[in-house]
């Protein structure tokens, strides 16, 4: 809420984006899982041709991952591709780790984006009921 707020203040002063302070508003907000102020964030910054750093770019995606929302996953996964951005070792980490959230929260809900149906299971579950 806070970051909300924040973001509302800088628009309405006229505030230049920049990135050391509209990029921890991308971080608190999808900490907070409010996924449209992040993105308006973003938003901003892409209108002032300022582009957000794979740090903001993972935590949106473990945002997306979060609430299951594969289209967001995709959107940001394809901006990053689109951006060219280098990511070291540890950010190659984090997004394995948002797919593996991104498949652990699907799996545990009835998600609109699978028709309330429960996803295909593991191969190897699948292996072991065949056999």
Do not use: Y
């Not at 473990?62 to 901006?79: E, F, T, Y």
Request: glycine fraction near 6%; charge should be neutral.
């Amino acid at each position: 809420v806070e970051a909300e707020r924040a973001l509302e203040r800088m628009s309405a002063a006229n505030v230049e984006p920049k990135l050391r302070t509209i990029s921890p508003l991308i971080t608190a907000a999808a900490a907070a899982g409010q996924p449209a102020v992040a993105a308006a964030a973003c938003r901003r910054l892409m209108a002032a041709s300022l582009i957000p750093g794979a740090s903001e770019m993972l935590s949106l995606l473990r945002l997306h991952a979060a609430s299951a929302d594969c289209k967001g996953v995709v959107a940001v996964l394809r901006w990053l591709g689109a951006e060219e951005l280098k990511l070291d070792e540890a950010q190659v980490d984090e997004v394995k780790a948002a797919f593996e959230l991104l498949n652990s929260t699907l799996r545990t809900t009835k998600h609109p984006q699978l028709g309330g149906i429960a996803p295909i299971p593991h191969s190897d579950s699948g292996a072991a009921a065949a056999a």
